[in-house]
């Protein structure tokens, strides 16, 4: 039987990488896309991302909370926090809005209060890492202590230089040459 990780990168690769010409949230251009929504949000592919989210972070101790960025993070924040329950973990989950509420709260950070708390923020595809910075930062200012950020997929740019320059850890479960594509 193949891995959660092999089925996952086979759903990819026939669902979610399309060819032409693209501009990247970064603004930069590409002649592929990675559209992770179309299978985040899918009923086979986010059982599996939650899987092998999980087998990427589940050695990192004391994290409570799992989330990033809305909208990206949602969903693998939520698979992760589904496939948890059934390996026995606890993972809650965070959502980060781009702006705080201006109602309400007026909260940035949803979810439970993650003051003192180890999380890790989660993206589903990362080129600057500028959405993971910018869930840090809301994070940072809740009080939570980042333990990390992990990406389904890295698109071998500048996100992992980045995030590691400003002294996080960057995880990410599959890379471009696991999907046949080369970086660009």
Do not use: C, W
């Not at 891995?3 to 603004?27: C, N, P, W, Y």
């Not at 809305?70 to 809650?92: E, F, V």
């Not at 003051?115 to 595809?125: C, M, P, S």
Request: aromatic share 4%; net charge negative.
């Amino acid at each position: 039987m193949t891995s959660a990780r092999e089925q996952l990168i086979e759903l990819i690769k026939s669902d979610a990488v399309f060819h032409g010409d693209f501009t990247l949230t970064s603004g930069k251009k590409a002649s592929y896309y990675v559209d992770m929504r179309k299978l985040s949000l899918d009923h086979r592919a986010a059982p599996l991302i939650g899987q092998v989210m999980l087998d990427l972070i589940e050695d990192i101790d004391g994290v409570v909370a799992v989330g990033g960025l809305t909208m990206g993070a949602d969903p693998i924040a939520s698979a992760i926090l589904h496939q948890g329950i059934a390996r026995g973990k606890t993972y809650d989950a965070f959502v980060v809005r781009k702006e705080p509420k201006d109602h309400g709260r007026g909260r940035q950070v949803e979810g439970p209060d993650l003051n003192g708390k180890r999380v890790i923020v989660v993206e589903d595809t990362s080129t600057t890492g500028g959405s993971p910075l910018k869930a840090i930062e809301a994070l940072k200012k809740v009080g939570a202590e980042i333990a990390g950020v992990a990406v389904v997929v890295d698109r071998q740019a500048p996100a992992k230089a980045r995030i590691e320059g400003e002294g996080y850890e960057y995880r990410f479960a599959i890379g471009l040459e696991d999907l046949g594509l080369e970086p660009q």
